[in-house]
Structure formats: C-alpha cells, structure tokens
C-alpha cells in the first residue's frame, strides 16, 4: 500500500512537533523549512492536524503549533486512517467498471491487506516514532 503524499508529510509534521522542546512553539512557515516542504502544503496539512484534534494553533504574538496530548498518544493506524480515508485499495467501480467486479477475489484480498496494514500501525503512536535514534535527527534540522 502507498500513502499519499498529504500523509506522508502530515506524518513528519507530527514527528517535528513531537520533539520540539517544551514551551516551544514552532510556526507553520518554520515547520516547512526546516522539514523542507513548501508552506502552502504545511499549512493544509496544519489545518488537517488541527481539524483532528493532533495539533493546536494558536495565532499572534506567543503563538505557534503544538502538538496536543492527543497528538501525541494516539494510534498511529488511525491517524492514517483518518489522512487517508476508508477508500478501497482498488476502484472496481468508476468510468469504466471492471468486468470482473461479481467473481474477483482480488478486491477481497486486498482489503484484507490494507485492514491488516492499518491494524500492524494501531499499536504504535507519535512518540513510538520520535524515540531514539529518529528524535535526535529530527532535532537536527535546521
């Protein structure tokens, strides 16, 4: 299975923010440049995070991201799940829909490959990812 491009920088979003020191608020413009992505992709993937309750953002003077306790707890496999939707791994249906739609047993397996994908993620969260040596690195960037 491949993630999306939005996931997979929504995810290294999260893994920033997870190691920012405490107190610290980073912006969104900061964000971008230091994980080297253009700001107007942060900034929805910012907005995203906010809208699921992984990171708030506070505006003005002493604002800044910060990842919530959610954030930071939560299932690593419904995070992505959330990013990426319930969507089948394969379109049967659509313009032109497959002829083999009534006997496949192709879309059947797949499914079960991407429950089980999901499911090798639920027991991981954002701290799982920034532990040692990844946390460190992280803070590297600049």
Not at 105 to 128: C, H, I, K
Request: charged share 20%.
């Amino acid at each position: 299975m491949r993630l999306t491009k939005f996931t997979d920088l929504a995810l290294r979003v999260t893994m920033r923010l997870a190691v920012a020191e405490q107190g610290t608020s980073l912006t969104t413009r900061q964000v971008a440049e230091v994980m080297a992505i253009p700001y107007t992709h942060t900034a929805k993937v910012i907005a995203r995070l906010q809208h699921l309750g992984v990171v708030e953002a506070r505006r003005g003077r002493g604002g800044g991201l910060e990842l919530t306790v959610a954030g930071r707890t939560a299932s690593l496999g419904w995070l992505v799940r959330e990013l990426e939707g319930e969507e089948e791994v394969v379109a049967c249906e659509g313009e032109t829909p497959c002829p083999l739609r009534a006997a496949c047993r192709l879309r059947g397996a797949l499914r079960g490959a991407q429950q089980a994908f999901y499911a090798s993620l639920d027991p991981l969260t954002v701290n799982d990812l920034v532990a040692s040596p990844t946390g460190p690195v992280l803070l590297t960037l600049r």
